[in-house]
């Protein structure tokens, strides 16, 4: 009689049992599906670099850093998997070759450290993975690569992950990426000072791209700025119909898809008053003529590197007087914080810059207490009322990069040539603001660019995208006539 196994791994409550009989058919039959010509990708030696400069760091010390696992969206459903940054980092991974539950293992040796891969490889055919398991099996999520495929195109020795629990369990010092991966964080001992410090460490060599990484988000930023093309094109869809805002939304989402990976982080597409709101992503909101649109967008290519870019468009082509004086002002500082952008300058030069023009703009608005200078200092700030956060951040594989780095490197340090960040002013008026009058309440506009600092300042690699307003005209009206 043909048995009914209990549920297996990798099922549901819902599956129907497979018996032994269907199994052992499952099992034959097939074609050798083996990839051919599989050649080394163009980021091996950048990621092999990468590994080497950690290596120097931690002499006799084992590295192992997960890719991070599934992560439940509801009940047997899981959200889409993205690699853990440092893994994406340090293996050069794409986004397409990425299996949960890899480990990448930098294993101490007397001249540094050998990188070992560890993933879950394609399922064989002859086990019940292949056709049963929904989470690896690739007749459910499709092929993944063979450790003799993944380690040809990624240039490091590849493991079966069911290898690494024997690799770990000696006496070795290991630190590892806390929190990402339970089975990792059981396999190894806690150091919770030592870790906080690899996480710093990691954070802190992403500060500069090189080459490479520079090569990735430009194509981030190409790809972003066809995707403010689409969003404008798709502008009248938008005002014939209700909850509009999801019409732009949806308009970038397919440029993304359709040229990178992902979305590099959830689109705003803030409509009117919506602007005022800075992480507005519900997306909900009717887009009218007469108002303006602030879009913040990125599009996330298959490196995982991702752009972030926002501009502020009116939806019918056309500044307001009001609209056009806000927007000017914001134009000014952004052109002012650019150009503090340089190797050598404070990190905070450009966030000055920019505040010392919206604070002048401000003052002559007369809503300041005082002066624009007297606001301009630490202890008042008065000015931030209309202009919460920072002028910009590290871009990257994050979109908010190199985040674990400490405050002497990042915030508090100077710009190096080869880094790459955004610089975003911003003026939101909110729409009982009384201290402005009527005609400005309600205006929220930022204007964001991607700018990497050279030798002998800065270059933004997101200029093919208009910013002043004559310019942001004309180009609704090219898309739009």
Same mark, same amino acid.
């Given at each position: 009689?043909?048995?009914?196994?209990?549920?297996?791994?990798?099922? #549901?409550?819902?599956?129907?049992?497979?018996?032994?009989?269907?199994?052992?058919?499952?099992?034959?039959?097939?074609?050798?599906? &083996?990839?051919?010509?599989?050649?080394?990708?163009?980021?091996?030696?950048?990621?092999?670099?990468?590994?080497?400069?950690?290596?120097?760091?931690?002499?006799?010390?084992?590295?192992?850093?997960? &890719?991070?696992?599934?992560?439940?969206?509801?009940?047997?459903?899981?959200?889409?998997?993205?690699?853990?940054?440092?893994?994406? =980092?340090?293996?050069?991974?794409?986004?397409?070759?990425?299996?949960?539950?890899?480990?990448?293992?930098?294993?101490?040796?007397? *001249?540094?450290?050998?990188?070992?891969?560890?993933?879950?490889?394609?399922?064989?055919?002859?086990?019940?993975?292949?056709?049963?398991?929904?989470?690896?099996?690739?007749?459910?999520?499709?092929?993944?690569?063979?450790?003799?495929?993944? #380690?040809?195109?990624?240039?490091?020795?590849?493991?079966?992950?069911?290898?690494?629990?024997?690799?770990? &369990?000696? *006496?070795?010092?290991?630190?590892?990426?806390?929190?990402?991966?339970?089975?990792?964080?059981?396999?190894?001992?806690?150091?919770?000072?030592?870790?906080?410090?690899?996480?710093? &460490?990691?954070?802190?060599?992403?500060?500069?791209? *090189?080459? =490479?990484?520079?090569?990735?988000?430009?194509?981030?930023? !190409?790809?972003?700025?066809?995707?403010?093309?689409?969003?404008? #094109?798709?502008?009248?869809?938008?005002?014939?119909?209700?909850?509009?805002?999801?019409?732009?939304?949806?308009?970038?989402?397919?440029?993304?898809?359709?040229?990178?990976?992902?979305?590099?982080?959830?689109?705003?597409?803030?409509?009117?008053?919506?602007?005022?709101?800075?992480?507005?992503?519900?997306?909900?909101?009717?887009?009218?003529?007469? *108002?303006?649109?602030?879009?913040?967008?990125?599009?996330?290519?298959?490196?995982?590197?991702?752009?972030?870019?926002?501009?502020?468009?009116?939806?019918?082509?056309?500044?307001?007087?009001?609209?056009?004086?806000? =927007?000017?002002? $914001?134009?000014?500082?952004?052109?002012?914080?650019?150009?503090?952008?340089?190797?050598?300058?404070?990190?905070?030069?450009?966030?000055?810059?920019?505040?010392?023009?919206?604070?002048?703009?401000?003052?002559?608005?007369?809503?300041?207490?005082?002066?624009?200078?007297?606001?301009?200092?630490?202890?008042?700030?008065?000015?931030?009322?209309?202009?919460?956060?920072?002028?910009?951040?590290?871009?990257?594989?994050? $979109?908010?990069?190199?985040?674990?780095?400490?405050?002497?490197? =990042?915030?508090?340090?100077?710009?190096?040539?080869?880094?790459?960040?955004?610089?975003?002013?911003?003026?939101?008026? #909110?729409?009982?603001?009384?201290?402005?009058?009527?005609?400005?309440?309600?205006?929220?506009?930022?204007?964001?660019? !991607?700018?990497?600092?050279?030798?002998?300042?800065?270059?933004?690699?997101?200029?093919?995208?208009?910013?002043?307003?004559?310019?942001?005209?004309?180009?609704?009206?090219?898309?739009?006539?």
């Amino acid at each position: 009689m043909n048995k009914l196994p209990l549920r297996a791994p990798g099922t #549901q409550s819902h599956d129907i049992p497979k018996g032994e009989a269907l199994a052992e058919f499952m099992s034959k039959g097939w074609a050798d599906s &083996s990839l051919e010509g599989v050649t080394p990708a163009e980021v091996v030696k950048f990621a092999a670099a990468r590994r080497a400069k950690l290596s120097a760091l931690y002499p006799d010390i084992r590295i192992v850093i997960p &890719s991070g696992t599934f992560k439940v969206r509801s009940n047997d459903t899981d959200y889409k998997f993205r690699v853990l940054t440092d893994f994406a =980092y340090l293996t050069g991974i794409s986004a397409s070759d990425s299996v949960p539950d890899s480990v990448l293992v930098l294993e101490p040796m007397p *001249d540094g450290h050998q990188a070992f891969l560890f993933i879950h490889p394609r399922s064989p055919r002859d086990t019940d993975e292949f056709h049963a398991d929904r989470r690896h099996g690739e007749f459910w999520v499709g092929r993944r690569l063979s450790t003799d495929e993944a #380690q040809k195109r990624y240039g490091i020795s590849v493991r079966h992950i069911d290898s690494l629990p024997d690799l770990l &369990s000696d *006496d070795v010092e290991t630190l590892t990426l806390r929190g990402e991966d339970p089975v990792v964080d059981a396999l190894v001992e806690k150091h919770r000072k030592r870790e906080a410090k690899l996480k710093a &460490s990691l954070a802190e060599h992403r500060l500069i791209k *090189d080459s =490479y990484e520079i090569a990735e988000l430009q194509k981030a930023v !190409d790809v972003t700025a066809r995707g403010f093309n689409d969003m404008i #094109q798709a502008f009248p869809a938008a005002t014939s119909t209700k909850r509009g805002e999801r019409i732009i939304e949806s308009a970038f989402y397919g440029r993304a898809r359709l040229e990178g990976n992902e979305l590099g982080y959830d689109t705003i597409a803030a409509s009117g008053s919506h602007a005022c709101v800075l992480h507005w992503i519900k997306n909900d909101g009717d887009v009218l003529p007469g *108002d303006l649109i602030l879009i913040d967008a990125g599009a996330e290519v298959e490196s995982m590197y991702t752009a972030d870019i926002t501009r502020t468009i009116p939806i019918n082509g056309k500044f307001s007087p009001a609209q056009r004086r806000i =927007y000017q002002l $914001v134009y000014e500082a952004q052109q002012a914080g650019i150009a503090a952008v340089k190797p050598g300058a404070p990190w905070s030069a450009f966030h000055d810059a920019a505040s010392a023009v919206l604070a002048r703009g401000l003052e002559e608005f007369g809503v300041l207490p005082g002066t624009a200078e007297e606001s301009l200092a630490p202890e008042a700030g008065f000015h931030r009322r209309w202009t919460v956060h920072s002028t910009g951040h590290m871009l990257g594989l994050d $979109v908010h990069d190199c985040a674990q780095a400490r405050e002497e490197s =990042y915030r508090e340090g100077l710009l190096e040539e080869g880094m790459v960040l955004t610089v975003e002013p911003g003026l939101y008026i #909110q729409p009982d603001d009384l201290l402005f009058p009527a005609e400005y309440r309600g205006i929220g506009v930022r204007i964001e660019d !991607d700018v990497l600092v050279t030798n002998s300042g800065a270059r933004v690699l997101s200029s093919a995208l208009p910013r002043h307003p004559d310019e942001v005209e004309v180009w609704v009206s090219n898309l739009l006539n």
